[in-house]
């Protein structure tokens, strides 16, 4: 899903239904496939809740059996470049010295923006010293109720590998990992915070439904969520999801070929709907099974 990032700016919860949880279900093997090649080859692909709580574990039993079956792990950006981009996007994303966010959005935006950050205590001199995209990733920061980057699938995973001497790659690297964001035009990025900030309606259900939907692996339901949340802004959705999704496949189908058995982990919406990677894989004749 989206990069992580760390900041005293994470003050609010933006689309917590993708990347938060709320109250446990009861376990299941989880949202987890096992995927075989037209010519044979396995892996298993994983999806990923990003920031979790310590109350939402143990995982579903899927995660250690794929683990565990596995002598690979795959994330969608290598844990080392992960740092190097989270940092840089932070100051890619800050404008240089003598220059802020006013200069470069529609005033009636720039209104909009000072008096609901005045309403949340956010001094105008700290909120646009960022681009809009930037402020999104700052929005989306876990910061409070125990949720945590650290407790997401992915550090969980990433975590088990390096105490078991699991090699771990990325499906992209660190600068198209930050391109997601940082590659959008002005405008872009200004029409991403605004769909980010005003509620419309269409998210698709609230963090209990989310988690549960997990639980059980309805990525359908996931991804139906998050096209629903960018549902006037479909370029972006695409650029989060489909787009990544299309650039991962051929990956994937070396991993198959590689005679090694990956565990993949990404986002969970990015494993639905006709873009998503379980539908591209059984387009070039995969066996897709849910554990």
Known sequence: MAPKLRSPLAFLLFFAALVVGGARAEATSGC????????????YLGGSIHALRSTDYPLPSGYNRAFDTSTRVALEVDPKALETSSSGLLKAGK???GDNLKNHVDPRTYDY????????????????????WCLVLLLESPSSGGF?????????????????????????SSDEHSAVYSGLSERQSEALLLVSLIPTGNTGGG?????????????????????AAYV????????????????????????????????????????????????????????????
């Open 207 to 227: 963090r209990d439904q989310v988690l549960n939907a997990w639980r059980r692996g309805d990525v359908e339901s996931l991804s139906r969520s998050l096209h």
């Open 95 to 97: 404008y240089p010295k």
């Open 232 to 291: 006037d802004f479909p370029l972006f959705a695409d650029r989060m999801l489909g787009a990544r999704n299309r650039r991962w496949v051929p990956k994937l189908e070396g991993y198959l070929r590689s005679g090694q058995t990956y565990f993949v982990v990404v986002g969970a919406a990015h494993l639905g709907g006709g873009d998503g990677l379980l539908a591209l894989l059984r387009a070039r004749n995969c066996k897709v099974e849910q554990l």
């Open 32 to 43: 987890i496939w096992k995927i075989t090649g037209p010519t044979g080859g396995t892996l």
């Open 148 to 172: 945590s980057h650290d407790l997401g699938v992915d550090e969980f995973v990433m975590n088990r590998a390096r105490a078991n001497g699991k090699a771990i790659v990325g499906l992209e």
């Open 113 to 132: 923006l000072r008096r609901l950050f005045g309403l949340l205590k956010i001094p105008e001199e700290k909120f646009s010293l960022y681009r809009p």
